[in-house]
């Protein structure tokens, strides 16, 4: 099928392919889930995970490089040479102490499985099918840096599927926040608190004051926007006026141009805070700003038919729009056709995060999430590349973004 017209019996053939491809691999990908369970390593430091699941592509016939774009822990796999270039993306890190409590395990297995079976029809469908393992998820937005360094500059659409408790959920019109984190750092002069304080100035007051600047704006924000903070500095000993306070702070919004807005605002609650204080500050960004999730329409209409076609029922989100956690595959979905559904581990009530859902990211329910996922991503990779329009249209947005460069 290296024409731009595929009949639907070829597509019905291909589907049954990559039906089998994936059941082939299926103990493999179980293991593969489990193994990353049981042993979880954290942001860019997950370097027997990143082992583990290129060694599955490398077995599978992949062109497999670990350490890529700058990050020793990414991976980038590649089979085939086709003009509709589809990447997967596989996520491996886990949280500190609770391990997977976000099932990352479930994502990087479920991505080789749809990588590895959508290569059985890779030249049926003129298909280049690249595994992208993405590090620092959770914390350090290895996506965003990714993105930075070119690694999805040839893709036409970039998939993945995340595990969630409860059901399966028809992710059309949802998002997810975009997340800015930062360091504010307030300096002003040490002084003996009983003998001398008119020679201090106070870090710890400018702490104090931004902080009743931020609750004070809180009034004035769109709905769904959130501001968390904490001071993580702020004096050592009670008889010593602080010269030093930092704040750690967080802002999160549905929409890329709130986010800003609002960042810019706590900043400057963070810079009257300090006028007033009489102290000087500074600010960082440990790691890139998160944006919300752009669901492509017509790629997530093919993922909800063919996760449905798995026999799975889905239902409408509790809050439309909503989505309370943030992602760095949100910055993907902002530069190019991308989704992010969510597939359920079954009968599972903790919540993402908890210890409680990092035991029920492995298991039954669990595997089958893999496999369902697996079988969906790659039917919707499928579909895109056989629909000549929707290729057409996909191929010129990926063209339009190179000339942009």
Known sequence: M????????????AKAAIRERLGQHRPGLLALSAELHADPE???NEHRSAGRVAAQLWDAGFATTVGCYG???????????GSFRVVICAEYDALPEIGHACGHNIIAAAAVGAAVSLAAVADELDLTVVLLGTPAEEEGGGKVLLLDAGAFAQADIALMAHPTPGGDIDCTGTSSQGCDRFRVMFRGKASHAAAAPADGVNALNAATVAQVAIGLLRQQLPDGVRINALVTAGGSAINVIPDYSELAL?????????????????????????LATGCTWSVEQPSPAYLPVLQHE???RLWN????????????PPAAGGGGGSTDMGNVSQAM?????????????????????????????????VMD???????TAADAAADSELRASLQSARRTRQARR
């Not at 290296?2 to 053939?13: E, G, I, K, S």
């Not at 990050?71 to 040479?81: D, N």
């Not at 800003?260 to 605002?265: L, R, V």
């Not at 038919?305 to 409408?316: D, I, K, P, S, Y």
Request: include cysteine; glycine fraction near 6%; proline fraction near 5%.
């Open 2 to 13: 290296t024409t731009t017209t595929t009949t639907a019996a070829q597509v019905t053939a």
């Open 42 to 44: 954290v942001a860019f």
């Open 71 to 81: 990050l020793p822990t990414a991976i980038e796999a590649v089979y085939g040479t």
């Open 250 to 274: 967080e802002v999160r919004a549905l929409e890329v141009d709130v986010q800003n807005d609002t960042t810019h605002k706590v900043l400057l609650a963070c810079e009257g805070a300090a």
């Open 298 to 300: 017509a790629l997530l």
């Open 305 to 316: 038919r063919n996760l449905t076609a798995t026999g799975r029922t889905l239902v409408a």
């Open 337 to 369: 056709p991308a989704i992010h559904p969510v597939i359920a581990v079954l009968g599972a009530r903790g919540m993402p995060h908890t210890a409680a859902f990092a035991d029920e990211t492995s298991g039954p329910a669990a595997d089958a999430a």
């Open 373 to 379: 996922a697996a079988l969906a991503l790659a039917w």
